[in-house]
């Protein structure tokens, strides 16, 4: 960058460090991707004056083709990151046409004179020794030097003889080559590129990687991204540092795995996102033999290489071994994958394979966990009848629990079924920060704990849940929808189109995002829209009741009458041959002005304890009911 390295700002109540490439509040960091940080160091260093889009195109991404419209996601989400997305900007004015300003004032500081204006001291962690900054004792500084985080990871998960070569080939890197630059802070394990031509090994890449970003993620020393955030780029032909500045992290750990019958080649590179450079890199050709027993070796060696000072909670989670069955394993990461694609083919796929893993393992808790995510899913996306689906999630992830009280994903998973079937916020709410406590950093648990929060009508800490999803998961599709509609439910209706827009661009066949977007175009008012993404919604789900249910009434409010009907018709004729939710008639009556037959259907979806109620207050679908005395006696069936 042009700026100083010497130099620190101050605006508002945010300091900018750039030797750390920290953005603090108040003295706390505040997450912000290495482009965004970037952008706003430019803006900063730059304040008062006009930066053009091609200025800043050429200082953030040096040397690279990248089209305008990064540069404005980029923007968006370092205004995010200073709360200065709403309405009248404070800190950085788009300049029509041209560019941006940073408008706000700023201080200049030398290195050695932080203001201690506003900036709070952290506590020292107990199982770490925080070291003082070299050349300054600011406040500023004592907060980054207590924490700081140690270099980056070499990993993989293949033969024990290999281990001692990888510590060997580690240990004689210039010491130069991890000091002296930006901690590696988040990471993304790609999946292992799996140089075969048997099927067996489609999966093998995606369980390697999974087994890497388990361990690594457990200590809470570095942020990794989740195993569902990486597994789409199985096949893809994007360079690793292209997926890294996807994902918003520092390094990307890309590895290749070449076998032939008990023959095995491994290529590892750990690249640094910010300017492509290879970190460190490796080939071993060596015997395949157990891969639950690397794990374990390979545990102990990356954490005496990585320094990380794990406490004994921490180490036993690092070096916890998951099952002894590869077989078992296999199975289970195919049926997370199938999981989480969210289509009613793919979920009972995934049933499938989660039931097999059991068969194979019936001690093994993970994917008696996944059997748990499966049910409650199938009964949200109305496939199964709640009270078919949700008893038997409930009874698989008490299971699961059993097997493992610390298993963070099944204590989310109890959180969403007393969330959306038992319409209990206190049991829901306890259960996710039992999550937290357990995976501060599992994303689709923040993401199901910002609807449960938005519901509850707490709308900052909802909206601050489902930015910390998207956060731990930038491009994950039902993350950003789930997003979209707690954005939509706090009133922040443009951030909820924003997002749900951008999610579509990410991939426009998900059929949620559509639907989700339809919905906050009918709190809009705005019917053309609404319905083009329900038909959207429909089409792509293959005629999903409940979208049809949205659609329906959306034609009934804009005045089409005839396809309203002609919907309800369809409906009704379905019912003896499949689920459809008493939810989705309800919707179609209103918009009718049908009152009697929606409050008819309603009270059915009671009954039917659809998960749909625990918005029945915000539901924009609904909004012709809520004076009819009938809607408070519905309202005081939920506790929410």
Known sequence: MASPVNILYEFG?????????????????????????????????????????????????????????NLAVTVSLVRKALNDDR??????????????????????????????????????????????????????????????????????????????????????????????????????????HTLSTSSSDRYLGLGMADAVITKVAATGKIIVRPTSAIQQYA???????????????????????????????????????????????????????DVFALEDALSAM???????QLTGEQTRKFTKRSTDNPDAYDAYMKGRYFWNKRTESA?????????????????????????????????LYSVLPPRQAFPTAKDDATRALQMDESLAAAHATLGFIYFYYEWNPAASRKEFVRAFAENPDYAMAHSWYGESLAAAG??????????????????????????????????????AVDTLEKTIDIDPNFPRTHFRLGQVYELRGQFALAIREFENAVRLSGSDPYYEGSLGHAYAASGKTS????????????????????????????GLGDKDQAFRWLQSAVEDRSTSLVFLRSDPELINLRSDPRFAQLSRALNF
């Open 13 to 69: 109540p945010f300091q900018l460090d750039p030797p750390e490439r920290l953005l603090l509040c108040d003295g706390q960091p505040v997450p912000l991707p290495p482009k965004a940080f970037d952008l706003l160091l430019t803006l900063v260093d730059r304040s008062g004056h006009l930066v053009e889009k091609d200025e800043l195109l050429k200082a953030v991404w040096p040397g690279a083709f990248v089209e305008e419209g």
């Open 347 to 379: 979920l009972n796929r995934g049933l499938d394979y989660f039931r097999q893993a059991i068969n194979l393992d019936p001690g093994w808790h993970f994917p008696v966990s996944g059997l748990a995510d499966s049910y409650a899913t199938l009964g």
């Open 235 to 289: 096949d893809t032909q994007l360079t690793p540092q292209a997926i890294g500045r996807e994902q918003g992290v520092d390094a990307v750990l890309d590895g290749r795995i070449q076998r032939e019958g008990d023959k095995v080649r491994v290529t590892l590179q750990l690249i640094r996102v910010r300017d492509g450079r290879q970190l460190w890199a490796d080939t071993f050709d060596r015997q395949f033999t």
């Open 87 to 192: 309405g009248h900007h404070r800190y950085i004015e788009t300049v029509s046409k041209r560019g941006y300003r940073f408008v706000a004032d700023v201080k200049r500081l030398d290195e050695g004179e932080a203001s201690p204006t506003g900036v709070k001291e952290a506590e020292p962690s107990p199982s770490v020794t925080a070291q003082p900054h070299p050349a300054v004792a600011s406040p500023v500084h004592r907060e980054i030097a207590k924490r700081k985080l140690f270099g980056p990871l070499p990993l993989t998960i293949i033969m024990v003889s290999m281990l001692i070569v990888l510590a060997v080939a580690f240990w004689n890197q210039p010491p130069s080559l991890f000091r002296g630059h930006s901690p590696i802070r988040s990471l993304a394990v790609l999946p292992f």
């Open 563 to 590: 396809q309203a009907r002609a919907v309800l018709q369809d409906l009704h004729s379905r019912v003896r041959r499949q689920y459809v939710p008493p939810y989705a008639f309800a919707l179609i009556y209103a």
């Open 458 to 495: 707490e709308y900052p800490q909802a909206i601050a849940e489902a930015q910390r999803a998207m956060q731990d998961d930038p491009l994950s599709l039902i993350i950003g929808s789930n997003a979209g509609w707690t954005f939509a439910l706090a009133h922040h209706y443009d951030q």
């Open 302 to 308: 990356a954490a005496h290489a990585l320094r990380l």
